[in-house]
């Protein structure tokens, strides 16, 4: 006599494979996060240097005198700054200038805590950087 078997999978065996991946699914997602977060870090910081030294360079063209508008920086010719950079976001940062003749300060926010950057970076007159957990 032949038996017949069923070929396919059981429901328990599917619902095994689906917890299996599940799991991996746990434990690799939050590991594939942290280099993107390091890379706009990372990005934020160079891009707080090169503003610092657009207006930098500037105040050594203009006696000492430090740009008041962003458009000084990206109006000049040739351009300080190749593009504008106040308000806009870039690599999940968000950037914010308070420029006077005496100084600057330039702010990189990131755009969600914890996802896009952990970390706010500011950088004041004379390229001084600093850092501080967002919150």
């Known amino acids: 006599m032949i038996l017949k078997t069923r070929k396919g999978f059981t429901l328990v ?23 993107r977060m390091t890379a706009n870090e990372s990005s934020a910081q160079a891009t707080l240097k090169t503003i610092s030294t657009a207006c930098e360079t500037f105040a050594a063209a203009n006696n000492g005198n430090y740009p008041t508008a962003e458009t000084d920086l ?6 300080y700054l190749n593009r504008a950079y106040d308000t806009q976001n870039v690599s999940g940062y968000t950037f914010a200038e308070t420029l006077a003749a005496t100084g600057y300060t330039v702010t990189a926010t990131p755009v969600q805590c914890g996802v896009s950057g952990s970390q706010t970076y500011t950088i004041t007159t ?10």
């Open 126 to 135: 004379g390229g001084n950087l600093g850092g501080a957990a967002c919150s």
């Open 13 to 35: 065996e599917i619902m095994i494979v689906v917890a299996i991946i599940a799991l991996l699914a746990a434990i690799a997602i939050p590991n594939l996060l942290r280099p």
């Open 74 to 79: 990206t109006g000049a010719t040739p351009p």
